[in-house]
């Protein structure tokens, strides 16, 4: 079992920063891929930004130049989010997958979300 905690959201004015983070634990051989995706009221869950093992980096357009995708050595992705807008206003969910230790196989687990809200 590999499990996902998140961390990180709250309320925010226009303009303003928030570091989003999801520390994953559990039997983890190894990592492939870590990311971000969002989900706002309505609308179907979108992917924000995507980091894998390789070093290949991907951010959706709209998030471009202001937010920031990084992980640690310790199994933790962060999403660094500068310049917020309101339509950034949604749940994140951060996404892990990779394979787990002892029994070789592939997981892709998700967190539980954090809400994000920007104020105009």
């Known amino acids: 079992q590999v499990q996902l905690v998140e961390s990180g959201g709250g309320l925010v004015q226009a303009g303003g920063s928030l570091r989003l983070s999801c520390a994953a634990s559990g039997s983890i051989f190894s990592i492939n891929g870590m990311g971000w995706y969002r989900q706002a009221p309505g609308k179907q869950r979108e992917l924000v930004a995507t980091?894998?093992?390789?070093?290949?980096i991907n951010y959706a357009d709209s998030v471009k130049g202001r937010f920031t995708i990084s992980k640690n050595a310790k199994n933790t992705v962060y999403l660094q989010m500068n310049s917020l807008k309101p339509e950034d206003t949604a749940v994140y969910y951060c996404n892990v997958d990779g394979i787990v230790g002892g029994t070789w196989r592939n997981f892709d687990s998700w967190g539980q979300g954090t809400q994000v809200t920007v104020s105009s």
């Open positions: 980091s894998t093992s390789g070093g290949s």
